[in-house]
């Protein structure tokens, strides 16, 4: 496993942009598929965003598509997600997730084993 901890976090108007950051600990991250997922108070944990180790390929929820991009930087163990036009219903704590990854290039929607504390987004209308 790999310890992970999001920066970027804070409040931002609806429209505005923001990005985050997952740094992870170990010299093995660039093996791990990294996911972005989110929680709004009162409801259920959703996926976001995911990438591959390789970072060539990238998933995102259909709530998020066109406005997020999502991408990393072995070198530097760090995943980003860059958000854009958000809106007050992107509000939530979001938080980065990894999985190693044994075989192929996937971008992985489930079954993370490590995951960061969560960093607040909040958009205000």
């Known amino acids: 496993q790999v310890q992970l901890a999001e920066s970027g976090g804070g409040l931002v108007q609806a429209g505005g942009s923001l990005r985050l950051s997952c740094a992870a600990s170990?010299?093995?991250?660039?093996?791990?598929?990294v996911g972005w997922f989110r929680q709004a108070p009162g409801k259920e944990r959703e996926f976001v965003a995911a990438?591959?180790?390789?970072?060539?390929?990238?998933y995102y929820a259909d709530s998020v598509k066109g406005r997020f991009t999502i991408s990393r930087d072995n070198a530097k163990n760090t995943v980003y997600l860059q958000m854009n036009s958000l809106k007050p219903e992107d509000t939530a704590v979001y938080y980065c997730a990894a999985r190693r990854s044994y075989s192929g290039d996937s971008a992985y929607t489930q079954n993370f084993d490590s995951w960061g504390p969560g960093t607040q987004i909040t958009v205000s209308s």
């Open positions: 990438i591959s180790w390789s970072g060539f390929n990238t």
């Open positions: 170990g010299r093995t991250f660039s093996s791990y598929a």
